[in-house]
């Protein structure tokens, strides 16, 4: 906090950013290319509808390589080159943006490309936390002369001003904002319609922020210095924190894995895998800061001997958990990463274990090499591997279920064609190269389906496009909309030239992963099959999603009530549908008043939509008259009680998926 308060000082603030200008200059640089292209988003959207998505993947790019930069220049720093030749090597960092930005592609639908990014985010943040030792790594005789005291030194720097760097942004953020409310209620200056606190959110976050952070990294002086800078509030978090937690985490997985063992019925759950990663990673953190108190703790110098070797037996617990994932559904990317993070636990426990020297920066170095190594490395990355085995599970499944001979489709009947466990692992494997893969290998093993799901959805998209179009000509003779309301119901009665313009030059951009997985699901007779005890002992009905239950015919009704589920009560009158009594209740002051049996309705819907696709349906399929017209139930959904679980299952469940409405004469 004391150098947060230098800032105080307009001269030290000066010399502060002119020394960092001068160490840091591209860094510099894209800090207010960033700050710039962050402005033109948030005040010319409206103007730069074309580019926009561009210059949000610009920045980005931009925003890992700043961080890549500055990891650039404190390798630099720690060479025999002069400063312009430092500097030069700042094309490695411009040479990475270019490859970014090519690569990586703005769609929020597509995991892939978070993926990226984030795994981008986690390897270049791990070589800044080693950067000024780059060279210590490919040197045996500079091996020699790295402490681990002199890496803990800079690395618990660089933590200390990533964490003051956030709090100082949001600080000032805060501050400004007080001032700026302030301002906008004095004077009535109507600051908060003008985006206000969100530029000043991109001054203080993407601009002050970033060049505090650069103006406090360690000097060239400091890489090389063991002097612990520790503070009594970070050792009483070490102390009396992180470690008995630690502990207690220790104890948990333990605990489990006692269980487990004890019954190999239950042995493993998948979830343990994750919570091993997440221990472990937070256990490593750990046991890099409390490095410097391993001399004032008896539960330190405990934790950091058995550490390495408490880790090993929960490394072959996730291995086996993972394993028995894997052998049922195969590789999918959340598996990928189980895998690997395990082997790179593994890696750094027996070093930990075997090593004399027990080199911290081994951690992060190893981190960030595999990281890499499973994004580039050919046929077996993270993006391309666990597609591939997908795929190929999907081609074995369809052949399997006669849906695929001499690679030409025959759509089955009925779903009853198709094995109830085959039809869920089809389902869920379309699913997941939707979700994960974009659909792609789906349009490759499916092109004729794609085309149709393609063409019906443009026509569905154009056929949007002319009604919203014909429903904003209607204001024509209107006066012309003043673009700085903020109102939106302001705009139903103007004439919206900026949204015509913006509709008529927008473009088709495919069916959405949904369309396309229940298009092809519905073709190909599979569906997805739920094994929750809660869902396993109801049949759902309900109609299509794309059809609404209104307008309701109430001709010859008086009354009309809202059907919902039994675990969803008030104290009004209202229906209630009870499926383990077949019948809706009627209910006043949770008193019933009248019962109306549904034995016939579950009957006739087992009877007739079992075993086709139940969530399609039309309106007419859940509609019914009972009693001679005496009551008409209109269903948005119905969950019926399942005739092959009703002798099996002797548990009650008040958790239904019903919902409509009760007319009565």
């Not at 001054?203 to 009594?232: A, C, G, H």
């Not at 027990?358 to 597609?387: G, H, Q, R």
């Not at 009925?414 to 290998?441: A, G, M, R, T, V």
């Not at 298009?519 to 007779?525: F, N, Q, R, S, V």
């Amino acid at each position: 906090m004391k150098n947060i308060f230098h800032l105080l000082s307009f001269k030290k603030l000066k010399e502060k950013l002119i020394f960092t200008i001068k160490r840091f200059p591209i860094s510099v640089i894209i800090i207010l290319i960033i700050a710039t292209i962050f402005f033109i988003l948030l005040n010319f959207e409206d103007n730069y509808s074309q580019i926009w998505e561009k210059l949000l993947i610009i920045n980005l790019s931009l925003i890992l390589t700043f961080i890549f930069s500055i990891a650039i220049y404190l390798s630099a720093e720690n060479t025999k080159f002069n400063y312009i030749q430092k500097n030069l090597f700042q094309f490695i960092s411009i040479w990475f943006w270019i490859i970014f930005y090519n690569v990586f592609s703005l769609d929020p639908n597509d995991i892939k490309n978070i993926i990226f990014f984030i795994l981008s985010l986690i390897w270049i943040i791990a070589y800044l936390f080693f950067a000024p030792y780059l060279h210590f790594l490919f040197s045996k005789q500079s091996k020699n002369n790295l402490s681990n005291s002199i890496f803990y030194n800079y690395f618990y720097k660089i933590s200390i001003i990533l964490l003051s760097s956030f709090i100082f942004g949001i600080i000032l953020f805060i501050l400004g904002s007080i001032a700026i409310t302030a301002i906008d209620n004095l004077f009535n200056l109507d600051l908060r319609d003008k985006y206000t606190y969100w530029n000043w959110a991109i001054i203080s976050l993407s601009l002050v922020s970033p060049l505090f952070f650069l103006s406090e990294i360690p000097k060239r002086q400091d890489f090389l210095n063991n002097n612990f800078l520790t503070n009594k509030f970070f050792s009483f978090l070490i102390k009396y924190v992180a470690i008995p937690f630690i502990y207690i985490y220790f104890f948990i997985l333990y605990a489990y894995s006692i269980k487990v063992l004890s019954n190999l019925e239950a042995w493993p759950r998948g979830i343990i895998s994750w919570l091993i990663i997440w221990f472990s990673i937070f256990w490593y953190l750990s046991y890099i800061f409390s490095y410097p108190f391993e001399k004032e703790s008896k539960a330190i110098v405990i934790f950091r001997k058995i550490f390495p070797y408490a880790v090993i037996p929960q490394i072959f617990l996730l291995f086996y958990a993972i394993f028995l994932r894997i052998s049922q559904y195969d590789f999918t990317i959340n598996r990928y990463f189980v895998v690997v993070f395990g082997i790179w636990l593994l890696i750094i426990s027996l070093y930990f274990i075997y090593s004399k020297k027990k080199n911290l920066i081994i951690i992060p170095s190893s981190l960030a090499l595999f990281i890499i190594v499973i994004s580039i490395i050919p046929k077996y990355n993270v993006y391309t591997y666990p597609e591939l085995r997908q795929t190929q599970r999907l081609i074995k499944d369809i052949k399997k279920a006669w849906i695929l001979e001499n690679w030409k489709i025959i759509f089955p009947k009925s779903y009853s064609d198709i094995d109830i466990e085959l039809s869920k692992n089809i389902y869920s494997e379309i699913e997941y190269l939707c979700n994960f893969s974009n659909c792609e290998p789906i349009k490759k093993i499916f092109p004729k389906l794609y085309q149709e799901i393609y063409e019906k959805s443009k026509k569905d998209w154009e056929n949007k496009i002319k009604i919203e179009l014909k429903r904003l000509e209607k204001n024509k003779d209107k006066k012309e909309c003043d673009y700085s309301k903020k109102d939106y119901f302001y705009y139903d009665n103007c004439y919206d030239t900026k949204q015509i313009e913006k509709l008529k030059k927008e473009k088709f951009k495919g069916p959405s992963k949904w369309e396309i997985i229940s298009y092809i699901t519905e073709k190909l007779k599979v569906k997805k099959y739920t094994y929750s005890p809660i869902e396993n002992k109801y049949i759902t009905f309900w109609i299509n999603y794309k059809i609404d239950i209104f307008p309701i015919k109430i001709e010859w009704y008086k009354k009309m009530y809202k059907i919902k589920s039994q675990w969803d009560f008030k104290n009004w009158t209202y229906a209630e549908y009870n499926p383990e009594k077949e019948k809706i209740l009627l209910k006043e002051n949770n008193k019933i008043i009248t019962e109306i049996s549904t034995k016939e309705i579950s009957q006739k819907l087992i009877k007739k939509f079992w075993t086709e696709n139940n969530e399609k349906l039309k309106k007419e399929d859940l509609t019914f008259i009972l009693e001679n017209w005496k009551y008409k139930l209109y269903f948005e959904s119905i969950a019926i009680l399942n005739p092959e679980l009703k002798e099996k299952d002797n548990n009650s469940y008040y958790y239904y998926y019903t919902n409509g409405y009760l007319l009565i004469k």
